[in-house]
């Protein structure tokens, strides 16, 4: 376990109230000054790469055009060989943003400035997308709930699949993306109240790889009732391996799966919904003192 004190923001220019975390790799986060979008119109809000345990941080020059939306996120650095980690010294942030209806990308490395970044055929437009979530290393998006979109952020590339067996509802977003204990992504749905999960293959399709009918799996947790199952499912949270979930009917009443076992137990819900993965930095740093020889 590692002391919470050792992930405070409060190192941060004007304090840790003033930023919201929209992305993370490795042991760094990229936060936003939600505040300052109000002063600024059609800009980019202001940004911070930091990395918390060793209270370090880069502020982001803004980007030099209006926009109508914007979707900033984190990427390794250039050079970075396998094994290596993203550090404060070499990483990149790559945005997507929408301007006069259409959408550009651009890409920040380290120490320099904003540089236009060559459309991908497989990059998301901002029209009729949907975020899924950040899980085993890559960003997705779903693009008229046809269209999977796999945002690698070790190179910054785009790739596309088209969505088969998928259970996605277009009016209301229940697809999203997740990662099981052995660090790899899958693909969450719930339809029906039922749960499904979507592992990707070797081939870059996805795959069934397990479901739990909801109203079963609960109906032996204390204040059950199956009313709660006649309405919509809301995820709460999606973390490493389970996720927390409420019947929009009964909010106060929630509960955890365990996406590997589908096992239900109620729990409380004390977080945001969205859980940002940071790791301790490495090689971590190692502090040694000297003591006199007489004290031995």
């Known amino acids: 376990m590692v002391d919470a004190r050792h992930f405070s923001l409060d190192f941060l ?35 911070v790469v930091c990395e918390p345990p060793t209270r370090r941080f880069e502020i982001i020059p803004p980007l030099a055009v209006d926009i109508d939306a914007g979707c900033p996120c984190l990427i390794d650095g250039i050079g970075i060989e396998a094994g290596s980690r993203i550090s404060m010294s070499n990483f990149r942030v790559l945005c997507m943003f929408l301007c006069h209806g259409f959408t550009h990308t651009a890409m920040l490395t380290v120490g320099s400035s904003w540089s236009e970044k060559s459309i991908c055929h497989a990059a998301p437009n901002f029209h009729s997308t949907s975020s899924l979530g950040h899980a085993g290393g890559s960003q997705y ?17 785009f790739t596309s699949l088209a969505i088969k067996d998928l259970d ?10 997740t990662e099981l204990r052995d660090g790899k992504p899958r693909i969450i749905t719930i339809s029906n109240s039922t749960l499904k999960v979507f592992a990707r293959l070797d081939n870059g399709e ?28 809301d995820i709460l949270i999606r ?14 009443w929630q509960y955890s799966v365990d996406l590997e076992t589908m096992q239900a137990e109620l729990t409380i819900c004390d977080m945001k919904p ?16 000297l003591i006199d020889d007489a004290l031995h």
Not at 19 to 28: E, K, P
Not at 141 to 157: I, Q
Not at 169 to 174: G, H, L, P
Not at 217 to 227: A, N
């Open 13 to 47: 220019p004007n304090g840790a109230g003033a930023w919201s975390v929209v992305d993370s790799r490795g042991s760094l986060l990229l936060l936003m000054d939600m505040r300052s979008m109000r002063l600024q119109g059609n800009r980019l809000p202001d940004m």
């Open 168 to 177: 996605f509802d277009q009016e209301r977003c229940n697809l999203f993306v």
């Open 239 to 252: 973390g490493t391996g389970s996720v927390i979930l409420s019947p929009q009917s009964a909010e106060s």
């Open 141 to 157: 998006f779903c693009v008229e709930g046809r269209t999977l979109v796999h945002l690698d952020c070790s190179t910054g590339d």
């Open 206 to 233: 996805w795959a069934l790889e397990k479901s739990a009918l909801l109203r079963e799996v609960t109906c032996g947790l204390p204040g059950y009732k199956p009313s709660f199952f006649h309405h919509d499912q």
């Open 274 to 289: 969205t859980v940002y993965r940071c790791e301790l930095p490495w090689p971590p740093a190692l502090h040694t003192h």
